[in-house]
């Protein structure tokens, strides 16, 4: 096929228009190129997402935190969680751990 017979071609003629041209540079331009290109506004919306959810993730670790605070306050409270989490004691007292079989670790594995 010759190049005078593929001028002859409507597709051709629509794609070889100088505003058709123009415009498939500029929406290359705008897709790839440019600084507020399409792929980097959608990695900065997925971004924002991400953060939206981390915010919310530690909005409820703050209220959580909040109200053990609360609950902190109390000084029965604080011996309660000082008993259970650091196995503290009073004076002439002892505790015993007792633990469950499957709550062991297997050390042989």
């Not at 790839?32 to 993730?57: C, M, V």
């Not at 409820?60 to 053990?68: N, P, Q």
């Amino acid at each position: 096929m010759k190049f005078s017979e593929l001028r002859k071609k409507k597709w051709f003629i629509i794609l070889s228009s100088t505003y058709v041209l123009i415009l498939l540079l500029f929406i290359a331009w705008m897709l790839f190129f440019d600084t507020n290109s399409y792929f980097i506004h959608k990695e900065l919306n997925d971004e924002i997402k991400a953060l939206e959810k981390s915010k919310e993730f530690y909005s409820k670790e703050i209220e959580k935190d909040k109200a053990f605070i609360e609950r902190m306050k109390d000084t029965n409270e604080i011996e309660k969680y000082a008993r259970e989490k650091y196995y503290l004691k009073r004076e002439n007292e002892d505790i015993y751990i007792i633990e469950q079989a499957d709550s062991i670790k297997n050390k042989n594995k």
